[in-house]
């Protein structure tokens, strides 16, 4: 085990690191894009796209988990904005939404 750490703590380990984050998350991108282009192939093939992520249980269960803490950001938001625009000029209300769309993306992050 200490060999595998010794390697990563070396300047050359920590590049090699590096490089396969990268390449990871560019090939995540690149999926990523992919399902979102499905759109322009027709409804049939959204459809399919997305019943394979709805039948993809380790989503499912990370947008579940996600819920309880998503949800009461949610409400709140819903009430600063009926607030904001019934013209409420309260700097308070504005960072309140600012804070609840932080929040919001923050929990979604992971899971698009």
């Known amino acids: 085990m200490a060999s595998r750490t010794g390697v990563f ?4 380990g920590t590049k090699i690191a590096i490089g396969l984050t990268g390449v990871l998350l ?3 991108l690149l999926i990523h894009i992919a ?5 322009f ?5 959204f459809n399919t796209y997305a019943f394979t992520l709805e039948s993809n249980p380790l989503l499912e269960r990370s947008v579940r ?8 950001l949610n409400h709140v938001q819903v009430e600063l904005l009926k607030e904001h625009r019934a013209q409420n000029p309260d700097e308070q209300v504005l960072r309140g939404i600012q804070l609840t769309i932080n929040g919001i993306s923050a929990g979604l992050r ?3």
Do not use: E, M
């Not at 399902?35 to 759109?39: D, K, P, Q, T």
């Not at 192939?41 to 093939?45: D, N, Q, R, S």
């Not at 988990?65 to 009461?72: A, G």
């Open 65 to 72: 988990h996600r819920f309880p803490y998503l949800d009461p």
């Open 110 to 112: 992971n899971t698009g």
């Open 26 to 28: 560019f090939l995540y």
């Open 41 to 45: 192939f027709g409804p049939a093939a």
């Open 9 to 12: 703590s070396s300047s050359v």
């Open 35 to 39: 399902g979102n282009l499905i759109v």
